[in-house]
């Protein structure tokens, strides 16, 4: 794929993420790697009006070559694409649900949500929790490169979830999962549920190794 369609896809997708309410505001951000560096959305900028001609290009270290400034948030993708070297795409919402589980305090700190259904384990898998750092700090790119080498969606306490994937259209289609099971976690909260056991989520495993 061109960078221009790349432009394209990053602008079209996100848009989409915003009309359905899944990163408020300014919220959010979006990058995909290419050969020479990566393309990111521009800090301050609405999901919902990404221009793809103002969309920012790095180089491999991460400096700026062309378009706005990136999010601020760069440093969270660049530390995941360094774990994860076949990530083609990320994205990070600010996604209501997620970010409420996010904030709950009994929740299992390595995995932080059940596997309700069979996509989100194929989707999604284990889901461990990032501590909380404060916007901007440099010690929470550390900690998402510390379990990025085991997992491909972190969940940030009191943020939201970052999500990688092969391609854009995977890591936005992951984190729609994430985000209607959080949903779904939600609800069924004071309720018996029936999570799918350790035996039905090894034989997804077993039956789709390359979505897990």
């Known amino acids: 794929m061109r960078e221009t369609q790349h432009r394209d896809e990053i602008a079209r997708l996100a848009r989409s ?27 301050g900028t609405s999901m919902g009006n990404i221009d793809p001609a103002r969309i920012s ?20 993708h660049t530390a ?21 589980v996010s904030c709950m305090h009994d929740v299992d700190p390595k995995n932080v949500l059940p596997p309700l259904t069979a996509y989100y384990v194929m989707k999604i898998g284990v889901l461990p929790l990032v ?9 929470l790119a550390k900690a998402v490169g510390e379990m990025a ?32 099971t959080a949903r779904l976690y939600l609800a069924l909260q004071g309720m018996r549920t029936r999570p799918l056991t350790e035996e039905q989520v090894a034989e997804i495993h ?3 190794p390359n979505l897990c």
């Open 206 to 208: 077993q039956r789709f």
């Open 131 to 139: 501590p909380y750092f404060p916007p901007g700090d440099i010690n």
């Open 80 to 100: 995941m694409y360094a774990k994860r070297p076949n990530a083609g795409a990320i994205v990070h919402l600010h996604s209501g649900h997620a970010v409420a």
């Open 57 to 76: 290009k790095l180089d491999l270290n991460g400096a700026l070559l062309s378009g706005d400034k990136p999010t601020k948030e760069s440093f969270l």
């Open 17 to 43: 993420l915003f009309d359905r309410g899944l990163t408020p505001g300014a919220s959010g951000n979006i990058s995909v790697r290419l050969e020479d560096g990566w393309l990111m959305t521009p800090t």
């Open 149 to 180: 080498s085991d997992h491909h969606a972190v969940l940030l306490a009191n943020h939201g979830p970052v999500v990688a994937g092969a391609s854009l259209e995977d890591a936005v289609y992951a984190v729609e999962e994430l985000e209607e």
